[in-house]
């Protein structure tokens, strides 16, 4: 039982299996123990480490006139998305998601962020016809922007969803530089890389790991793609390899952590994961440096265990899957858990579309399925903050949004809110997004209808932008953004020496009623799908 792509968050997963990114695998997922597994040689466990060579990122050839195949693919490939500059823009007649729902009025962008009052030189001025902007989607729960290659593969998805912005798990500090460096070349989406994964010496993902790479030896990866701590005192003595990481977050694995007994099964080796005491330990240290923590979990009593450790963020809703193929009752969370996260305030992401890749007898899925959305249901009702987070490594955000609005636990504005300004928030909580007021970046989608009456047009948003930067397919539009600036002063100079009148000022406020304005210039409907002269399409 495999869950999506395996990442490179590792570095070796690419080198010993590249044909990997054709499967549906990921390094961090748990698989079912054979029922008879094979002693482990002894041979094997101490032969000598193979090299690493230098990771490179993989790149498709080149198209050549001899390649008529490659060059029928090359020519229907969509326009890869690229950022103009920063601009000026006033958006009239925008309807835009508060997070409740949709306020009307005129929104103005300047140096990346809304403000309150007219640009004095505005760049793009566009009527949008009553259509409805919403920020952009966050994922919480990913391995796909990785390392170079990874990037290559998978960013120009993320535009496309209007997903702009994503947490990494358990990347490699070299490769998570090189993604960072690359993403932000490429206008988006940004990343939070956590780079420190710490888990036991019999934990997650070492399983995977072995089994990706059998010729290799187990310490090859103890303490160097994972970091393992048996005992609270190996906390302190091992802090120097999580710092060295650099993480932007510290990730631990639970799994089963009630259960002691598991690990004297050697099947189980790599499957399993901290005790409760020293998640706790990992947990305090890593506050004391100002750290984030965030525990993968399995079962109520991993989830429990870590509320009580003092979490920032829970990793999955209990019911996702079951490896050990155990009663459903074992993933059931309680009011009382649920209430003490709240109390808590540790956010949980839900994870709910991972389950489909998970495999199990019919009456096992559908009651493991069943557990999940009472979990979502009383996390919810406790008012616990959920994070929108897909866990598959072959799609974004937008599959997440779905699954979790097939369970029928929320509205569609709860979706929108959660998705829009919860996650984006909780991943980067020093910056002011997933908001439309005065001083927020300047970021958002464009849909051509309500997303709040059908969540299936956030499928196919009709314009991006990202900072006050247009984020389109169209090169032109990119590179020409900022050529045709007008001054509203200058406009309405024009405008009186016709025989025109306008005061030139501000008429609208971003959050403010829809008021009458006499614009400074006579400006046309613009329909986000139709005007690429006008910067609006894409």
Same mark, same amino acid.
């Given at each position: 039982?495999?869950?999506?792509?395996?990442?490179?968050?590792?570095?070796?997963?690419? +080198?010993?299996?590249?044909?990997?990114?054709?499967?549906?695998?990921?390094?961090?997922?748990?698989?079912?123990?054979?029922?008879?597994?094979?002693?482990?040689?002894?041979?094997?466990?101490?032969?000598?480490?193979?090299?690493?060579?230098?990771?490179?990122?993989?790149?498709?050839?080149?198209?050549?006139?001899?390649?008529?195949?490659?060059?029928?693919?090359?020519?229907?490939?969509?326009?890869?998305?690229?950022?103009?500059?920063?601009?000026?823009?006033?958006?009239?007649?925008?309807?835009?998601?508060?997070?409740?729902?949709?306020?009307?009025?005129?929104?103005?962008?300047?140096?990346?962020?809304?403000?309150?009052?007219?640009?004095?030189?505005?760049?793009?001025?566009?009527?949008?016809?009553?259509?409805?902007?919403?920020?952009?989607?966050?994922?919480?729960?990913?391995?796909?922007?990785?390392?170079?290659?990874?990037?290559?593969?998978?960013?120009?998805?993320?535009?496309?969803?209007?997903?702009?912005?994503?947490?990494?798990?358990?990347?490699?500090?070299?490769?998570?530089?090189?993604?960072?460096?690359?993403?932000?070349?490429?206008?988006?989406?940004?990343?939070?890389?956590?780079?420190?994964?710490?888990?036991?010496?019999?934990?997650?993902?070492?399983?995977?790991?072995?089994?990706?790479?059998?010729?290799?030896?187990?310490?090859?990866?103890?303490?160097?793609?994972?970091?393992?701590?048996?005992?609270?005192?190996?906390?302190?003595?091992?802090?120097? +390899?999580?710092?060295?990481? !650099?993480?932007?977050?510290?990730?631990?694995?639970?799994?089963?952590?009630?259960?002691?007994?598991?690990?004297?099964?050697?099947?189980?080796?790599?499957?399993?994961?901290?005790?409760?005491?020293?998640?706790?330990?990992?947990?305090?240290?890593?506050?004391?440096?100002?750290?984030?923590?965030?525990?993968?979990?399995?079962?109520?009593?991993?989830?429990?265990?870590?509320?009580?450790?003092?979490?920032?963020?829970?990793?999955?809703?209990?019911?996702?899957?079951?490896?050990?193929?155990?009663?459903?009752?074992?993933?059931?969370?309680?009011?009382?858990?649920?209430?003490?996260?709240?109390?808590?305030?540790?956010?949980?992401?839900?994870?709910?579309?991972?389950?489909?890749?998970?495999?199990?007898?019919?009456?096992?899925?559908?009651?493991?399925?069943?557990?999940?959305?009472?979990?979502?249901?009383?996390?919810?009702?406790?008012?616990?903050?959920?994070?929108?987070?897909?866990? +598959?490594?072959?799609?974004?955000?937008?599959?997440?949004?779905?699954?979790?609005?097939?369970?029928?636990?929320?509205?569609?504005?709860?979706? +929108?809110?959660?998705?829009?300004?919860?996650?984006?928030?909780?991943?980067?909580?020093?910056?002011?997004?997933?908001?439309?007021?005065?001083?927020?970046?300047?970021?958002?989608?464009?849909?051509?209808?309500?997303?709040?009456?059908?969540?299936?047009?956030?499928?196919?948003?009709?314009?991006?932008?990202?900072?006050?930067?247009?984020?389109?397919?169209?090169?032109?539009?990119?590179?020409?953004?900022?050529?045709?600036?007008?001054?509203?002063?200058?406009?309405? !100079?024009? !405008?009186?020496?016709?025989?025109?009148?306008?005061?030139?000022?501000?008429?609208?406020?971003?959050?403010?009623?829809?008021?009458?304005?006499?614009?400074?210039? !006579?400006?046309?409907?613009?329909?986000?799908?139709?005007?690429?002269?006008?910067?609006?399409?894409?």
């Amino acid at each position: 039982m495999l869950r999506h792509l395996c990442a490179r968050a590792l570095p070796i997963l690419l +080198l010993a299996a590249p044909a990997c990114f054709a499967q549906d695998q990921n390094p961090f997922a748990r698989r079912a123990p054979a029922v008879n597994p094979p002693p482990a040689s002894s041979a094997a466990a101490s032969a000598p480490a193979r090299p690493i060579p230098a990771a490179t990122p993989r790149r498709p050839a080149p198209v050549t006139a001899a390649s008529p195949a490659a060059a029928a693919s090359a020519a229907h490939a969509p326009a890869p998305f690229v950022a103009s500059a920063p601009l000026a823009l006033e958006l009239h007649n925008a309807r835009w998601f508060d997070g409740k729902g949709f306020q009307r009025g005129t929104l103005f962008v300047l140096d990346g962020r809304f403000t309150p009052t007219r640009p004095k030189r505005v760049n793009r001025r566009m009527d949008l016809g009553d259509q409805y902007l919403v920020a952009p989607l966050a994922d919480a729960h990913n391995y796909n922007l990785q390392n170079e290659w990874a990037v290559g593969q998978y960013a120009q998805r993320y535009l496309r969803d209007g997903v702009f912005y994503a947490a990494m798990f358990c990347a490699d500090p070299n490769d998570a530089e090189a993604a960072r460096a690359r993403l932000e070349a490429a206008g988006g989406p940004e990343a939070l890389f956590v780079t420190a994964c710490v888990t036991s010496s019999d934990g997650q993902p070492l399983g995977a790991l072995a089994e990706a790479a059998p010729e290799r030896a187990r310490s090859d990866f103890i303490d160097k793609t994972v970091i393992a701590m048996d005992k609270p005192e190996d906390v302190a003595r091992k802090w120097p +390899l999580v710092l060295a990481r !650099k993480p932007d977050a510290v990730r631990l694995m639970l799994a089963e952590s009630d259960r002691p007994e598991l690990r004297a099964r050697p099947e189980l080796w790599g499957r399993l994961g901290l005790t409760p005491e020293v998640a706790a330990a990992v947990t305090q240290r890593a506050h004391k440096t100002g750290l984030r923590v965030i525990a993968h979990v399995e079962t109520a009593a991993d989830f429990g265990a870590a509320v009580r450790a003092g979490v920032d963020w829970i990793d999955h809703v209990p019911g996702f899957t079951d490896p050990l193929g155990e009663p459903a009752e074992r993933f059931a969370l309680t009011p009382e858990l649920a209430a003490d996260a709240a109390r808590a305030q540790v956010a949980v992401v839900t994870g709910a579309a991972a389950a489909r890749l998970f495999k199990a007898p019919p009456e096992l899925q559908a009651a493991l399925a069943a557990t999940l959305k009472r979990n979502l249901q009383l996390l919810k009702d406790a008012g616990v903050t959920l994070l929108l987070g897909s866990d +598959l490594f072959t799609d974004t955000a937008q599959a997440e949004l779905h699954a979790l609005a097939a369970t029928g636990v929320f509205s569609n504005a709860e979706l +929108l809110r959660m998705a829009t300004q919860t996650t984006p928030r909780a991943l980067f909580p020093k910056r002011r997004v997933g908001c439309f007021e005065p001083g927020c970046e300047a970021s958002f989608l464009l849909l051509g209808a309500d997303p709040t009456a059908d969540l299936a047009t956030l499928n196919a948003p009709l314009l991006r932008a990202d900072q006050g930067r247009l984020i389109t397919q169209n090169l032109d539009v990119a590179e020409r953004s900022d050529e045709s600036s007008i001054s509203t002063a200058e406009a309405a !100079k024009k !405008k009186a020496g016709r025989g025109g009148k306008s005061s030139g000022k501000s008429t609208g406020k971003s959050g403010s009623a829809p008021t009458k304005s006499k614009t400074a210039t !006579k400006k046309s409907p613009v329909k986000a799908s139709q005007a690429a002269s006008g910067a609006a399409a894409q």
